[in-house]
């Protein structure tokens, strides 16, 4: 594991309680670090500060010191350095903390400001809170409750402006519910790097738009909706299908690429919403593609795999093959960890040769890697597999048609894709552990039902060698089984001993037996991952470009 | 785009004005509004590829700044001042003069096509209010009847024209 | 006591017959002689001449010049930019267009001395887009200058080289702030910006150190170079040096423009002497003193208080000193010098409607008080005046108003908010019985909203 180095510090007093924090942090991160929180609407941790809500004001104050000698002007009455308040409140998020800062959060000028900037926000709001899909992760409604003064003294008309706008593919707006912080703004600009959101005409008749030519559609667009403080960018798929208040929230990752997104996965009674991106500043930030946000679509597609036939049938048959010989494994960049351990001691038992599937694609720098397989590095750490994968399954196909191989047992992946036709595939015995119908499940012999990532736990290493967990977010559908489980059984019933069925008891042997593991497990796993040493793979040239935080080893 | 070739050279010189190209966004805004009368989608357009900008960027400062226009106006454009010198001494009258000698409403194409009226905010010359700009020219100390003197002189200009 | 005469320093050739703009006019007239004196001197102690002149900018603020230019970054190894602000647009002030329109070199002669001063090589004159003539006289003017090598590369010989470029506005108040004009500049929605850390000493234009300054103070630079900083102590008062533009307009008899020493003389004898009194049968009711955000007094109140130096004043409205400190003292400001009469036709409620309907128009609408409460003001206060007026809407007025100064990222919340406090602060009776008192109203009285 590598430790991060340990920044400067600095004391501050938040509202009479010392604490120290970072050199340029500032005083809206600095409260929330002594569990205090400076309301706000424009700051976003990940994005440019611009001050514009006002709502994060507060009271700062420095030591005084006399101004010709330098030397602390001391308070009488407390015996402490006398403070210098400003006589005006200032902003939080524009604000960095110095040391000796003196800040509060609470003071009646601080809270009469909240509360001019909370009745300010909402003259012209609609109040539609009823037919707002943002009830119940609104930050107005939040701090209205803490803020508002509970009846209104606006008796004008209010301003009218568009609503139901589609600004690209996936995100509708509702200019009067706009707060005009401007997020979206500076995240498509300076974070997607697309400049397509602005504001048009001006005061408080402001209205966020696009040109009609560039519209938001770029696979970041809904980020905007992410971190939209209000009700007014709403994600079309997701608008009016479910209140966030009843749904579920499982911390997952995105399989979409060897990125390793940090995800939440929204579900009810088994059925997935929405997925929006979990904060991790070392791979994703606060962002996420919206490609990877559609995967879940893949949990009840049409074309799913379910098996009436019992698990154990299925794996007699399956040993009943595995036993006779001349098997290669296909593994899968797309299995866990734990999978891919697991497949390796199955390996190991039956004598097989082992394989691996690449799927590249081009890279967007930012999200979405050129790696494709959320975890090829894992297949790596774990040695199932020494060398990187290539796409097709060459010496396979040669083996196949020399006679060496007579079963070829595939974690989900699509052999026909992978090169293999279908004379090759008739030649030998297919045992598939799949979730979804294809080519090789139609021509398998065994077809074991499995689990997507959505349904169950696991670990994938990302393309920084960084071990991440996920959590099953919803059941797996009757009639498939984990694939922990499954490669337990088949290991047990071609003889040889298990690593363990489920993550928690894998995970003993994982420690035990593998170098890079040597000191984790998963449950002491942190939510943020852990950066694997990866020394030994220096010497492999990854597909990867660069991305949000990733730079590739320059090859010399 | 359609404009003038002093126009495009106007325009090509302005950019080296400025070591950022996007600062000629305003003068290019004018140059094009003098031209051809309005800021059309096209000019938005033509100004963000002209400037390696995006169309936003322009679409934003031309709805911020209200002398650049969406639409075309009358041949003559008349704004009155609104603010407060100018309306303690009848500024609005003279708006209503204005309105009334071209029957049009704020904003309004004359039926004539010959004026286009606009109230607009303070023209810092406060001293000799009220006062309006006719084009580029400011008039001050234009009360009712000065307007209606004012408002003759444009008719009569626009028939000697034809 | 009689009012003191003009001095005109700034406004010396304004109005004077046979004057013209040309550059030939000025140099007959003594013009650059200034500048060729500056640039054989050291920068350094030229901004020592400015500082110990005691200048204050005119734009508004009353800020010590020579201070402002000491706070540039003079390290940063960037481009030193000069912005000439003449996006005069305050209401109640017409100084600038004068200068421009009819001494155009004072100005440029006075900026390229403030260039040389402080190694700037490319300088901007931001002109109010509504002023299209004024930028065709600089344009010209500049080129003049260029042609006589007074602007441009290699002045006089001397090795140093600095540009001028004319950039129009185009109708938005908001660009008179100083850091909503560089973001204008930049060719961007013309929105303030915060400070920290966007100090246009530090970070301004394109992210270099950037000064600002008025036009006509940059006209008083080119008098502090030429008599030196010393003497020009010597004009007006300590703390108010140099001279002051007084713009009258409104309710007077002789509205305009006049150059006194500052400090040197009250609001009773500017109105009364040099104005010329109240309009016939009327009397003066109210007095804007610095431009219309400045905070309104009322003829008839009192100012009792001691000044920071200790002397006790009592005065009425007539018996303040026409500077910025004394000004302050009474809870107002002298502001860019726009002096906005009323007189007693004015119904108060109407005429704040009409502040209140510009403020609402000019705010850029980033941050959320001005931009909100600036809208409220106007909607409450247009309601008002036509429509139905309840007795506790001046009451809403203020307490709208006092959510907004102190809080927003630039002064236009103080300007847009400090109208609306002191017309309620001063004329409260009027606002209070406003629903019954306009039943009573002159029906043909001046629309003001």
């Known amino acids: 594991m590598i430790q991060p180095a340990k920044p400067d510090l600095i004391t501050v007093n938040i509202d009479g309680k010392e604490i120290a924090v970072p050199k340029g942090t500032n005083v809206i991160e600095a409260s929330r670090q002594a569990q205090i929180d400076v309301p706000h609407y424009c700051y976003h941790p990940k994005l440019e500060i611009v001050g514009n809500c006002r709502m994060c004001l507060i009271e700062m104050g420095m030591p005084a010191v006399d101004p010709a000698t330098k030397a602390p002007v001391m308070d009488e009455a407390t015996g402490k350095q006398k403070i210098n308040w400003v006589p005006r409140p200032v902003i939080g998020c524009g604000t960095n903390v110095a040391p000796g800062m003196h800040i509060k959060t609470t003071s009646p000028m601080v809270k009469d400001a909240r509360e001019g900037v909370m009745e300010f926000l909402l003259i012209n709001h609609p109040l539609d809170c009823p037919i707002c899909d943002q009830a119940g992760e609104c930050k107005l409604q939040e701090q209205a409750t803490g803020y508002g003064r509970g009846y209104s003294r606006f008796i004008e008309q209010k301003n009218v402006k568009p609503k139901r706008t589609v600004l690209g593919p996936r995100v509708t707006l509702d200019d009067e519910r706009c707060v005009l912080c401007s997020r979206c703004i500076r995240f498509s600009r300076d974070v997607a790097g697309k400049d397509v959101l602005g504001f048009v005409d001006r005061g408080s008749y402001s209205t966020l738009t696009c040109h009609p030519d560039h519209k938001l559609d770029h696979n970041y667009s809904l980020n905007t909706v992410d971190i939209c403080p209000v009700g007014a960018l709403t994600s079309t798929d997701f608008r009016f299908k479910m209140r966030v208040w009843f749904l579920k929230q499982t911390k997952s990752l995105c399989t979409e690429s060897s990125v390793g997104t940090n995800t939440v996965v929204w579900s009810r009674e088994g059925t997935i919403y929405r997925i929006t991106p979990r904060r991790n500043d070392e791979v994703n930030d606060t962002w996420m593609t919206d490609s990877g946000r559609v995967l879940y679509k893949a949990v009840a597609a049409d074309n799913r795999l379910k098996s009436d036939t019992a698990l154990d049938a299925l794996v007699e048959s399956a040993a009943k093959l595995l036993k006779a010989g001349s098997i290669a494994i296909v593994s899968s960049g797309r299995a866990t960890v734990e999978e891919q351990f697991a497949l390796k001691k199955l390996a190991a038992a039956v004598g097989a040769s082992v394989s691996l599937v690449s799927r590249t694609g081009e890279g967007d720098k930012l999200l979405l890697s050129a790696d494709l397989n959320p975890n090829v590095r894992g297949a790596l750490v774990t040695g199932l597999i020494t060398q990187l994968p290539s796409a097709q399954l060459t010496d396979l196909a040669a083996d196949i048609d020399a006679g060496k191989v007579k079963t070829v047992l595939t974690l989900g992946e699509d052999l026909t894709a992978a090169g293999l036709s279908a004379a090759q595939l008739s030649k030998v015995n297919v045992i598939i552990l799949g979730t979804h119908a294809d080519a090789t499940t139609a021509a398998a012999k065994v077809v074991i039902p499995t689990l997507t990532a959505f349904e169950k736990s696991g670990t994938f290493v990302n393309q920084q060698f960084r071990i991440q967990k996920f959590a099953a977010a919803v059941p797996g559908p009757k009639g498939a089984s984990d694939d922990l489980a499954v490669l337990a059984k088949l290991t047990a019933a071609v003889g040889s001993q298990t690593p363990g069925a489920t993550v928690g008891t894998i995970w003993n042997t994982l420690a035990a037996e593998v170098p890079a593991l040597a000191t984790i497990s998963y449950a002491n796993l942190p939510e943020t991952g852990l950066l694997l040493d990866a020394t030994a793979w220096q010497g492999l040239t990854f597909v990867e470009g660069e991305t949000l935080h990733f730079k590739p080893a320059v090859t010399v | 785009m359609n404009l003038k070739p002093e126009t495009f050279q106007r325009i090509d010189e302005v950019i080296t004005h400025y070591p950022v190209k996007r600062s000629a966004t305003l003068p290019l805004l004018h140059l094009i509004q003098e031209d051809a009368g309005f800021i059309s989608d096209e000019a938005i357009t033509w100004i963000a590829e002209k400037l390696e900008l995006q169309p936003i960027n322009v679409l934003e400062v031309v709805t911020f700044y209200p002398m650049f226009r969406r639409k075309p106006i009358g041949r003559r454009h008349i704004k009155v001042c609104r603010t407060l010198s100018c309306a303690l001494v009848g500024g609005y009258k003279t708006c209503d003069t204005f309105k009334a000698e071209f029957g049009v409403g704020l904003g309004e194409v004359s039926a004539c096509g010959e004026a286009t009226v606009e109230f607009v905010e303070c023209l810092a010359s406060c001293g000799t209010a009220p006062v309006v700009m006719i084009d580029e020219v400011l008039h001050e100390k234009v009360d009712c009847e000065k307007a209606k003197q004012l408002a003759a002189q444009i008719r009569s200009e626009a028939a000697a024209r034809k | ?449």
Not at chain 3, 5 to 26: M, V
Not at chain 3, 56 to 74: N, Y
Not at chain 3, 228 to 238: L, P, R, V
């Open chain 3, 1 to 449: 006591m009689s009012a003191p005469a003009q001095t005109r320093i700034i406004f010396k050739h304004i109005d004077e017959p046979g004057y013209s703009n040309d550059i030939e006019c000025y140099l007959r007239n003594g013009g650059y002689e200034v500048l060729k004196k500056a640039v054989t001197q050291k920068p350094e102690d030229l901004r020592e001449e400015v500082k110990k002149s005691g200048l204050r900018g005119r734009g508004g603020a009353g800020f010590p010049c020579g201070f402002k230019w000491s706070l540039v970054d003079r390290k940063s190894g960037k481009p030193i930019y000069l912005i000439v602000n003449a996006d005069e647009s305050e209401p109640g002030t017409f100084k600038d267009r004068y200068i421009m329109h009819q001494d155009p070199h004072q100005l440029i002669e006075g900026t390229m001395i403030s260039c040389f001063a402080n190694d700037v090589k490319q300088a901007y004159i931001y002109i109010r887009g509504e002023m299209p003539e004024g930028a065709r006289i600089l344009e010209k003017a500049i080129a003049e200058a260029k042609a006589k090598n007074l602007v441009g590369q290699n002045i006089l010989g001397t090795g140093y080289s600095c540009e001028i470029f004319v950039h129009r506005g185009a109708g938005a108040y908001i660009c008179g702030e100083e850091t909503g004009l560089i973001e204008s500049l930049e060719g961007k929605r013309a929105n303030p910006r915060i400070k920290p850390p966007y100090f246009p000493a530090v970070l301004g234009l394109y992210q270099c150190p950037t000064i600002v300054n008025n036009v006509e103070t940059l006209c008083h630079v080119k008098h502090i170079i030429d008599i030196g900083g010393e003497a020009y102590t010597k004009i007006g008062t300590t703390n108010n040096t140099g001279t002051r533009i007084f713009c009258v307009s409104g309710h007077v008899q002789r509205p305009g423009y006049y150059e006194f020493q500052a400090g040197t003389i009250t609001m009773g004898q500017l109105l009364n002497e040099v104005c010329g009194g109240p309009l016939p049968g009327r009397t003066f009711k109210a007095v804007i003193p610095g431009g219309s955000s400045a905070k309104i007094l009322r003829f008839g109140e009192r100012f009792k208080g001691k000044s920071r130096a200790g002397v006790e004043y009592d005065w009425g409205v007539e018996d303040v000193p026409m500077d910025f400190d004394s000004l302050a003292m009474i809870g107002t400001m002298g502001g860019s010098g726009g002096v906005i009469v009323m007189d007693d036709s004015v119904n108060m409620v109407e005429a704040l409607a009409n502040i209140n309907a510009f403020y609402q128009h000019e705010s850029c609408g980033q941050c959320t008080p001005c931009r909100e409460g600036s809208l409220w003001m106007k909607k409450i206060s247009s309601r008002m005046v036509h429509g139905d007026a309840r007795p506790e809407d001046g009451q809403l007025l203020k307490s709208v108003a006092d959510q907004i100064p102190g809080r927003t990222i630039c002064a236009f919340g103080e300007a847009c908010s400090w109208p609306t406090q002191s017309f309620i602060g001063k004329f409260k009776d009027e606002f209070d019985g406003y629903s019954e008192a306009k039943k009573a109203l002159p029906a043909d009285r001046r629309v003001l909203v």
